[in-house]
């Protein structure tokens, strides 16, 4: 067992978090950040990570009809994969369609953004290091 | 730049995989291991992680009808997302059907496998760490 298992006094049980209609069970939808005026529209799940000791956290995000993260930037490298609708990637300071299935890697400290496109939700599964630095807004 | 990078030459860049029909531009698919009787249809993406400083890998597989991974265990934990088919996983000897969107936690040392359920290929992401053991099989 690992320092935090030890400390949690439990060891690691293998799970399946239940899909349905893009909510899972026990995962609660949390804001995407605290307000302010550079995001909107977004909520987070935090999916996988947060109790386990893999290297990496698993989030889901989606991005509601006239949306948008923060445009910002970190060290730490971004695997998204859009799961619903369609939307938007700002890389470079060019938006890119993305849609289902779509694989977007963001290297160390490119400026980048998501936005919703159309009118179904837009969401993304976004894989990180589980130790990262924050974001900095542009 | 890491280590890594200044050995390649050249440093990370930001980059979309477009995805036709579960299938990704750049990315070729491969057998999931050296043939042996212990699995059977199962493809596999590496879809993100080799040529990245993330601590994960990113990868996607695909078992055919009829098809199913090796049962096995390792060290390092599984973070699995289906998105195509059905399937199902075993898991502590039993099995659990598992559908679009469910996300799979298998636990370190767990012992695991995939089989595809239905007429459609079953297909997951799954997530690792960058540095993993090996499996063994059960």
């Known amino acids: 067992m690992t320092g935090r298992e030890k400390a949690e ?3 690691r049980v293998s799970r399946i978090l239940r899909f349905r209609d893009y909510r899972w069970d026990s995962v609660e939808p949390k804001t995407y950040k605290d307000p302010d005026s550079r995001w909107s ?12 000791d893999a290297a990496f956290h698993v989030r889901y995000f989606e991005v509601w009809p006239g949306g948008y993260t ?9 695997v998204v994969v859009a799961i619903r609708g369609s939307g938007e990637v700002r890389l470079e300071n060019k938006w890119e369609p993305i849609g289902f299935g779509d694989v977007v890697y963001v290297s160390p400290n490119a400026p980048h953004q998501f936005r919703a496109a159309g009118d179904e939700p837009f969401g993304f599964l976004c894989i990180v290091d589980a130790e990262r630095d924050r974001p900095v807004p542009i």
């Open 9 to 11: 006094g439990k060891e």
């Open 70 to 78: 923060t445009h910002e930037r970190h060290r730490h490298e971004h």
């Open 41 to 52: 529209n977004v909520i987070r799940h935090g999916l996988m990570g947060a109790d386990t």
